[in-house]
């Protein structure tokens, strides 16, 4: 994608989607999955991982990705405001199930992926931990920056601990309600059709199994961290949840990704 600097976005009245360049990071594809299945256009705007990103906490109070920036409104940030502003921008395609208990699932489960003290939010930590258990790479340039990171998103060597048991809880809980959905008729992870739950799966995989090089090429350092190394995550990680991100990305979503 052609991304935008912050001072060169401010300037635009269209629909801007600020993202992390160049990283697959699991709340930006998420983002970008719901505004593809909406034919939601956007402008890519450019924040740095771990950059201070003045330009962009001064323009929108945030200095994380993603955040929805259009005229008028308020910005956007989490996954659920982001999910109910794709749903009143487009709602012809609704990702929301209509019926209450298929969408109670759908947020619950969601949460639980995408949400803090979820999926993506304790790999986040476990990430942090890999660098900061080591002392010379604690005590690196790269070091400072994981330190920054940990402090802005609740890193401690405690919650690092429990967080492996909290992802392999979540993984477990959300292959027992696919072999549910497969049980009753339903490929997917809520009610009888594509829902945001099954993106926000297909997407935060990533952190646990990226896609091949060929379809979501990375740096390698970057994919040994999103790649699972802890035991107890490993064995909760059920070959049908990931035949169902393939199922996701092979029948939804576009193809290489593009960051």
């Not at 001072?7 to 983002?31: F, K």
């Not at 967080?163 to 008729?185: E, F, K, S």
Request: glycine share 8%; charged share 20%; net charge positive.
């Amino acid at each position: 994608m052609d991304y935008l600097d912050v001072e060169a976005a401010r300037g635009r009245t269209d629909l801007r989607l600020v993202l992390t360049q160049g990283v697959p990071g699991p709340w930006g594809e998420a983002a970008k999955a719901l505004f593809h299945l909406k034919g939601i256009r956007f402008t890519p705007v450019c924040q740095r991982g771990g950059g201070d990103n003045r330009a962009l906490r001064a323009w929108t109070g945030h200095d994380n990705a993603p955040i929805v920036v259009t005229p008028g409104e308020a910005v956007r940030t989490t996954w659920h405001e982001i999910l109910f502003f794709a749903e009143r921008r487009a709602p012809a395609l609704s990702l929301i199930p209509a019926d209450p208990g298929e969408r109670a699932w759908m947020f619950g489960l969601s949460h639980e992926i995408a949400g803090e003290d979820g999926l993506g939010w304790c790999r986040r930590l476990m990430m942090l931990h890999q660098t900061l258990s080591v002392p010379a790479l604690a005590d690196s340039p790269a070091g400072a920056l994981v330190r920054r990171l940990g402090a802005k998103y609740g890193y401690s060597a405690a919650a690092a601990a429990r967080a492996p048991a909290r992802v392999a809880a979540i993984l477990t809980l959300l292959a027992a309600r696919l072999d549910g959905q497969r049980r009753r008729g339903s490929r997917f992870l809520a009610g009888g059709a594509l829902s945001a739950l099954d993106v926000y799966w297909a997407t935060f995989a990533a952190l646990l199994r990226p896609l091949p090089h060929a379809v979501c090429p990375m740096p390698d350092f970057l994919r040994t961290q999103y790649e699972v190394m802890d035991a107890t995550v490993a064995a909760a990680l059920h070959p049908a949840l990931l035949e169902h991100r393939d199922f996701v990305y092979r029948e939804f979503l576009p193809t290489p990704l593009d960051f």
